[in-house]
């Protein structure tokens, strides 16, 4: 079995050998090159984590780490630098005074924002070259587009706070 392939790769073949294999391979190009053209002012990981905490709340550093498939020790020093940053802050927990959670900034909020604003500028200047048949494709297929990322987020969110 190829690496990251499901089990149950055969019993989706007839859904992918409908051209679902071209529309994710088309999105995955997109992103790679969304990815490719941010700017580094932090790691991936650390805008994901901090996209994480936006998305699911002030979260422990265990948890974070669990999220990102990163080690403890490794998202220990990840949110120092986020927080000498301005971008996330150490706070305790109301529940258990014990604990420390990672929440983010204001300031943090604002580069997530800026980050994706970015992004979609990027993505609009490109739109711009196409025929405007092809742009009238990508505009009706936006619906999907944004119910694809509500779908992630809620596949994500499951995930961050162990929901099956």
């Given at each position: 079995?190829?690496?990251?392939?499901?089990?149950?790769?055969?019993e989706?073949?007839?859904d992918?050998?409908?051209?679902?294999?071209?529309?994710?391979?088309?999105?995955?190009?997109?992103?790679?090159?969304?990815?490719r053209?941010?700017?580094?002012?932090?790691?991936?990981?650390?805008?994901?984590?901090?996209?994480?905490?936006?998305?699911?709340?002030?979260?422990?550093?265990?948890?974070?780490?669990?999220?990102?498939?990163?080690?403890?020790?490794?998202?220990?020093?990840?949110?120092?630098?986020?927080?000498?940053?301005?971008?996330?802050?150490?706070?305790?927990?109301?529940?258990d005074?014990?604990?420390?959670?990672?929440?983010?900034?204001?300031?943090?909020?604002?580069?997530?924002?800026?980050?994706?604003?970015?992004?979609?500028?990027?993505?609009?200047?490109?739109?711009?070259?196409?025929?405007p048949?092809?742009?009238?494709?990508?505009?009706?297929?936006?619906?999907?587009?944004?119910?694809?990322?509500?779908?992630?987020?809620?596949?994500?969110?499951?995930?961050?706070?162990?929901?099956?």
């Amino acid at each position: 079995m190829l690496l990251g392939m499901s089990p149950h790769a055969n019993e989706h073949s007839s859904d992918l050998e409908g051209g679902l294999i071209e529309v994710g391979e088309a999105l995955h190009h997109l992103l790679t090159a969304a990815v490719r053209q941010q700017p580094r002012e932090i790691s991936l990981t650390a805008a994901s984590t901090l996209a994480t905490i936006e998305r699911t709340g002030p979260r422990r550093v265990t948890d974070l780490a669990v999220t990102e498939r990163i080690t403890q020790p490794s998202m220990t020093a990840l949110v120092t630098t986020l927080v000498r940053a301005g971008l996330a802050e150490r706070r305790p927990d109301p529940q258990d005074q014990r604990v420390v959670l990672v929440a983010l900034t204001p300031a943090g909020a604002r580069y997530l924002l800026a980050r994706r604003r970015a992004g979609a500028e990027a993505f609009a200047r490109l739109v711009e070259k196409l025929p405007p048949a092809d742009v009238a494709a990508l505009r009706a297929a936006a619906p999907a587009l944004r119910h694809l990322h509500d779908l992630d987020e809620e596949q994500r969110t499951r995930a961050v706070v162990g929901d099956p």
